[in-house]
């Protein structure tokens, strides 16, 4: 990846007392760095539909009105696509029957793991599961929000990485200069924009030879509050599993100030 949990991890490290939540569901990996995957805190679930057959007239009603393509009706039949249900209920209030109520289907799991004052909540969403947006509105409602709060975004622009930003004080993008990191960053900026967070940039692997970038943060007038330099010593740490804040005491410092400049308001 770009460097998101890296990152993400620092910050977290450095606080002390925070809660850090990873909402990369799909792919979460900040457990990988405390020692384990933690304690079960829930099973998620989301509802999805259940047809009464000896109620239903197969009109088709339900199918119609599904904008998500979950409910089909093939002559005396209807077949609901779990996993392409989303649980928003509009199918049970045209009903003209009264046929249609709604059943749990788990997606996945929320865990907790605590470490001297740093609190993570972690999202797993379970293998084959395609909706990552429900599970992360439930995980960021189970973390606390009484502090330090500090959000591991899953990658892109999609309805994932919206649901995690939205409602937050500060959104830092990570990127990397390179054509591909570019690219991501203009999209990321577009959608940050939209959503109207502050935000401000790392530059991860930082190195010579790709002056674009820096003309376009220049251009578009965007903050970079730090650049993590493409070191070899900090890959060999990250391959063994530990990040370069709690074995390099000059990277702590940075991170602290980081810290410092992000929470001056009380960031969550």
Not at 24 to 32: F, G, Y
């Amino acid at each position: 990846g770009t460097g998101k949990t890296t990152v993400a991890l620092g910050l977290a490290i450095v606080a002390g007392e925070a809660t850090l939540v990873d909402c990369d569901v799909e792919e979460p990996d900040d457990h990988l760095f405390l020692g384990g995957k933690g304690d079960l805190v829930e099973e998620v679930t989301i509802p999805v539909a259940r047809v009464d057959e000896d109620k239903c007239t197969h009109c088709g009603e339900c199918a119609r009105a599904c904008v998500f393509g979950a409910i089909a009706v093939v002559k005396d039949q209807v077949i609901v696509v779990d996993d392409m249900c989303h649980g928003c209920g509009v199918c049970g209030l045209v009903c003209p029957e009264d046929a249609i109520h709604e059943e749990r289907r788990r997606i996945g799991e929320v865990t907790l793991q605590e470490r001297n004052g740093l609190h993570l909540y972690t999202g797993f969403l379970d293998i084959g599961q395609p909706l990552a947006t429900p599970l992360i509105t439930r995980l960021k409602t189970l973390a606390p929000d009484n502090g330090l709060q500090i959000l591991d975004s899953p990658p892109g622009t999609a309805c994932p990485v919206v649901e995690t930003i939205k409602n937050t004080d500060h959104c830092l993008l990570v990127t990397e200069p390179t054509p591909f990191g570019l690219f991501d960053l203009t999209m990321a900026v577009d959608m940050i924009r939209e959503l109207g967070v502050p935000f401000s940039v790392v530059v991860n692997r930082d190195r010579e030879g790709y002056e674009e970038l820096d003309r376009y943060l220049e251009k578009e007038g965007v903050p970079v509050h730090m650049r993590i330099p493409d070191s070899m010593e900090i890959a060999k740490l990250y391959s063994r599993g530990l990040h370069f804040v709690e074995a390099m005491p000059e990277w702590r410092e940075r991170f602290s100030r980081l810290l410092d400049e992000l929470t001056g308001g009380g960031a969550r």
